[in-house]
Each structure stands twice: as C-alpha cells, then as structure tokens.
C-alpha cells in the first residue's frame, strides 16, 4: 500500500471521506469531480494499480466490486433508468489515481460509447 495513494489514505482514515458504503472487499465514495448527477467510485480495499497485476484471488473482489455498484445504484434511485460502470486503465484511458477502482455514472442521459 502506497503512502501516496489518495483511496488508501481514504480506507485508512488519514484523509477525510464520506463512504457510503463499505465491507471486507471494497468501500464507495463519490467521486470528487462528477461528470454526471450521480458519480460514485468503489474502490477494492487492496491496493491494486492496474488489471495487469491482478491474479484469480482477486476475483470474489472484483464480483464484490459490482455488486456494490449494483446496489448503490439501487439505493441512489438509478437502477431502473440506467447507469454506466468503467474502470479507466493506465493515461490513454483517463485514469487518474493509480489505485483500480470502478465508475458508476448515472442520473442523466449519457452519451453513447458506440
């Protein structure tokens, strides 16, 4: 676990977040710069940078990953009308903190992806 990761700091409580919700696997926050009404991160508890490094122990975390999003989109009202789920991975991709962590977009229409 890096000292300068921005999530393990937030797991750790030496940075001040609002978590939703949090269990053995995962934890969700919202994300600081929303692109869109409702803008959740569930981030693993394990510090994971990119899908690369990830091993077959990791999977019940991923299938806890998504079951979180899937019931936080229930709970912020969105499960009916639609939400996106994205992990960014690497620059090119957009992502930002080199910790894996998963999207949740949702309370408005969004732009097709193709």
């Known amino acids: 676990m890096s000292v300068e990761c921005v999530f393990c700091n937030i797991k750790n409580k030496q940075i001040s977040s609002d978590i939703l919700f949090?269990?053995?696997?995962?934890?969700?926050i919202n994300d600081i710069n929303p692109v869109a009404p409702v803008h959740?991160?569930?981030?693993?508890?394990?510090?994971f940078t990119?899908?690369?490094?990830?091993?077959?122990?990791?999977?019940?975390?991923i299938f806890k990953m998504f079951?979180?999003?899937k019931n936080m989109a229930?709970?912020?009202g969105v499960s009916e009308s639609g939400?996106?789920?994205?992990?960014?991975?690497?620059?090119?991709?957009g992502?930002?903190?080199?910790?894996l962590h998963l999207h949740l977009t949702a309370g408005t229409k969004l732009k097709s992806l193709g």
């Open 22 to 28: 949090e269990d053995d696997y995962c934890f969700v």
């Open 40 to 47: 959740l991160l569930v981030v693993p508890n394990n510090h």
């Open 50 to 61: 990119y899908l690369d490094n990830l091993t077959d122990d990791f999977a019940p975390v």
């Open 67 to 69: 079951e979180a999003a």
């Open 74 to 76: 229930f709970y912020k």
């Open 83 to 93: 939400y996106r789920l994205v992990i960014n991975q690497k620059s090119d991709a």
């Open 95 to 99: 992502q930002e903190v080199p910790h």
